[in-house]
């Protein structure tokens, strides 16, 4: 893979590394904090008088912060389960393709029902049970179905690899099983996986968000992107910026994202 | 053909099982209870309410009791709803929701394998590389933040459709949901047709099809349509998982008496039965479409060995 990026990709880097500073430096500088109430504006429009740079909500509090921490926790989450999903997938994909035989069978059977089953179902499940609001929780929760895909592209390609010279060579050094899959097999593996994180990275971030629309996700005081729609959709006759600062902040992420991670898989595809 | 499809459907029973007996256990394994209150009821009515249930039972025993119930097509009483079984809840809720969803699937494929045959064919032109770009867009954008804007834009500053105050069999009302469900399908099914179509169209049966002088519209639909519409049809599914996952956050946006809202309201209660028949219920329609999408697949391509 050359370092070449075509305009979409690199446009998509600036615009992904400007809005994590930019929630990241957030709480420095904004003079108001995610939980501060200011009684003085009350759903007030964007403005540059008290700061409020893109608006405040029906208790006063101000949007750009809060719009910066579901910015902050929707990227964390994204990342750690993804994080998760790569882990879990890679180490099963690897181990099933390069084991064969019944071990296989059966691993990718368990693969094959939980496919089956409707994905949002488990994690609503999940997300009931574990104790609500947790965000520990709740990425557990999304990175622990997340990995099936995963497994099912590394195993394919792990099949093809476990036939190749230096995986024989490695055989015939006597080479522990363990050792052949950590550092010959997934090596090997890693464009593929680090193509396919990328594009998963948006999944997570919209599911969250999906979660926390429905009330299922983060909680009150603290503020996700999708529960910032939830209200901002609530109030939007009266107010639309409630519903147009975190739905922008969240689909300007999602095509960065989507952007970055089509132009990944087209790339591998190619080479 | 017929003997692999009855095979295929008795395959979906273990399937079905495993996913009764996972919901079964995981949400009980959630802490709280379907009678915890914020007022805690006095030990005897507590009890009693137990007893009437049967949540005084063993787990196993509970699970015994639930599996030769759901045999008889009995999904249970709800323990929210009062005076309500679960069967009436989700039959009384479950049309709208049907209606919804399958109307925003077929307008899904509909819109977008047109679109994406058309991008395809023109795929040098500068409307086919726009069309695709905002295809991306309409892939990304969620559910959750179209149905707001649509119900803003077209209900509100420019009322052409109503929203909210739901009356049954006013059709203006289900406009916005719909298309909000279908958006992200068509836009995916757009992309999807288009890449398998500009595939196909670089094969030799095709440029033999043109070479002899057949019309355009002819090599499209005739020659290659129906290879192309493989990778469209697995992606079928999907799609209904989809729709389904949309149509909870749809019926919240626009405030229809669907049977999504059961799901989550449900799961929050801890309404076991209401959960579990909502799981079900929704369970069988995906591995239906599943089941649907791989029949259309062998037709599609008879390569498909159907063994």
Redesign the interface.
């Known amino acids: 893979m050359t370092l070449r990026m075509s305009l979409g990709m690199r446009v998509a880097l600036i615009v992904l590394a400007s809005l994590t500073t930019l929630a990241l430096v957030a709480p420095w500088l904004s003079p108001w904090t995610p939980d501060a109430l200011d009684w003085e504006n009350l759903a007030t429009p964007p403005q540059w008088a008290h700061a409020h740079w893109l608006g405040t909500d029906r208790l006063g509090r101000d949007l750009f912060v809060r719009g910066m921490q579901g910015l902050r926790i929707s990227l964390t989450l994204g990342l750690l389960a993804t994080l998760v999903s790569v882990c879990i997938g890679v180490t099963w994909g690897a181990v099933a393709g390069y084991a064969g035989g019944r071990l296989d069978a059966a691993m990718m059977r368990f693969v094959d029902?939980v496919y089956?089953?409707?994905?949002?179902?488990?994690v609503?499940?999940?997300s009931?049970?574990l104790?609500r609001g947790s965000l520990a929780a709740l990425f557990i929760a999304i990175g622990a179905v997340g990995w099936l895909t995963m497994a099912r592209i590394v195993r394919g390609q792990t099949l093809s690899l476990r036939q190749r010279e230096f995986v024989t060579a490695a055989i015939a050094c006597g080479v522990r099983t363990p050792a052949i899959i950590w550092r010959h097999i997934v090596p090997n593996v890693a464009t593929t996986v680090i193509a396919y994180a990328t594009l998963t990275i948006?999944q997570v971030i919209?599911f969250e968000?999906?979660l926390s629309?429905?009330?299922?996700g983060v909680q009150e005081p603290i503020a996700s992107l999708?529960s910032l729609?939830?209200e901002?959709?609530q109030e939007?006759?009266t107010s639309?910026w409630m519903?147009l600062v975190p739905?922008a902040l969240?689909?300007t992420v999602?095509?960065a994202l989507?952007?970055l991670g089509?132009t990944l898989r087209e790339k591998r595809a190619h080479d | 053909m017929l003997a692999y499809t009855l095979r295929r459907i008795v395959g979906l029973v273990p399937t079905l099982f495993v996913l009764v007996t996972l919901a079964f256990f995981i949400i009980r394994l959630a802490p709280g209870g379907p009678f915890d209150q914020e007022q805690a009821l006095t030990p005897a009515i507590r009890a009693n309410l137990d007893a009437a249930y049967g949540l005084d039972q063993p787990l196993a025993v509970q699970y015994g009791r639930y599996l030769g119930a759901l045999l008889r097509g009995d999904l249970g009483p709800s323990f929210r709803f009062k005076d309500f079984s679960v069967n009436e809840l989700i039959a009384g809720g479950l049309p709208l929701s049907l209606t919804i969803g399958l109307a925003a699937a077929l307008l899904a494929f509909l819109v977008g394998v047109p679109l994406g045959a058309w991008a395809a064919w023109h795929a040098r032109s500068r409307a086919a590389r726009l069309l695709m770009s905002l295809s991306l867009l309409g892939v990304v954008l969620p559910a959750f933040v179209v149905g707001p804007l649509l119900a803003l834009v077209f209900g509100i500053y420019w009322p052409v459709f109503r929203v909210g105050g739901y009356e049954p069999g006013d059709p203006s009302f289900l406009v916005l949901p719909v298309i909000t469900l279908a958006l992200p399908v068509a836009a995916y099914v757009a992309r999807l047709t288009r890449d398998s179509m500009s595939e196909v169209l670089t094969m030799n049966f095709v440029r033999t099809a043109r070479a002899k002088g057949l019309a355009a519209h002819r090599v499209l639909l005739h020659h290659a349509l129906r290879p192309a519409l493989i990778p469209v049809v697995s992606y079928l599914g999907p799609a209904v998982a989809f729709v389904i996952t949309g149509s909870l956050v749809v019926e919240s946006v626009f405030g229809l008496p669907g049977s999504g809202r059961f799901l989550v309201q449900g799961a929050i209660d801890r309404d076991y039965p209401l959960v579990m028949g909502m799981i079900l219920v929704y369970g069988v329609f995906t591995l239906v479409c599943n089941l649907v999408a791989d029949l259309l697949y062998g037709w599609l391509d008879p390569r498909v060995r159907l063994t």
Do not use: H, K, R
Not at chain 1, 116 to 122: E, S
Not at chain 1, 213 to 216: D, E, N, P, S
């Open positions: 029902i089956a089953l409707p994905y949002v179902f488990i609503i499940i999940l009931t049970m104790p948006p919209l968000s999906f629309f429905l009330g299922l999708g729609i939830n901002g959709a939007m006759e639309p519903l739905a969240l689909v999602l095509i989507s952007v089509d």
